[in-house]
């Protein structure tokens, strides 16, 4: 019954680090999405999951950028070898299959590369 | 490409006064076409959304929004805004977000 959420809430690390941000949607969502929430930049879409579907991933910034989603359910959003610029907010959201319907967001993981 | 644009990045208001956010988007497919906001400390939430029918929308707390299909935009408004409206609006069209406009209402 629960909303989306995600963790760690925060997470801090040193530069060349990989880090797991990890994503439960909420039960049922077919659809699930991973943004970049940077100040001054909005949110930036990364990657997009519907049902069996081959994941759209053409937001993601770079190849040390990678996300799965397991079962249909939690995702993983991995960041490989990271770097300052990857500090940010990362948020993940889910919604019912229909392109109408609104997404729920989580609370979003601060990552902070130092 | 796809993009929407979101023209004011900070705008500050009185109590009583009307708002109005500009939001224009390029997309190639079906308009799916949403405002969520992010009041401080909190998730982002929807606030209005508009698929199809009535161009005109109402969402929570007295905001409304006019899809006009030939200038490509959805602007948001609200006649009187409070000061519990001080957060952070987004403009989006499926999943492509704009770069937000932060609103401060002064008390």
């Known amino acids: 019954g629960a909303g989306v959420s995600q963790s760690p809430s925060n997470k801090v690390t040193e530069k060349g680090k990989d880090v797991e941000l990890r994503c439960d949607p909420i039960?049922?969502?077919?659809?699930l999405y991973w943004y970049r929430q940077s100040l001054g930049q909005g949110l930036e879409f990364l990657i997009y999951f519907q049902g069996n579907s081959a994941p759209d991933k053409s937001g993601l910034p770079s190849d040390r950028f990678s996300a799965e989603r397991t079962g249909g359910s939690v995702s993983t959003l991995t960041i490989q070898r990271t770097q300052q610029e990857d500090s940010a907010v990362y948020l993940c959201?889910?919604?019912?299959?229909?392109?109408?319907?609104?997404?729920?967001f989580g609370p979003g993981t601060r990552l902070t590369v130092l | 490409a796809q993009s929407v644009s979101q023209h004011n990045h900070h705008v500050i208001l009185s109590e009583a006064a009307s708002l109005e956010l500009g939001c224009n988007y390029s997309?190639?497919?079906?308009?799916?076409l949403f405002w969520y906001v992010q009041y401080p400390g909190q998730h982002l939430q929807l606030l209005l959304k508009y698929f199809s029918g009535d161009p005109l929308v109402k969402g929570i707390k007295g905001f409304e929004a006019e899809f006009i299909k030939s200038k490509f935009s959805f602007n948001l408004r609200k006649p009187s805004v409070q000061w519990s409206d001080t957060a952070e609006y987004f403009c989006?069209?499926?999943?492509?977000f704009g770069t937000g406009t932060r609103l401060k209402v002064l008390a």
């Open positions: 997309y190639g497919g079906t308009v799916n």
């Open positions: 039960s049922g969502h077919t659809a």
């Open positions: 959201a889910s919604k019912a299959r229909a392109d109408y319907n609104e997404q729920f």
């Open positions: 989006a069209v499926t999943h492509i």
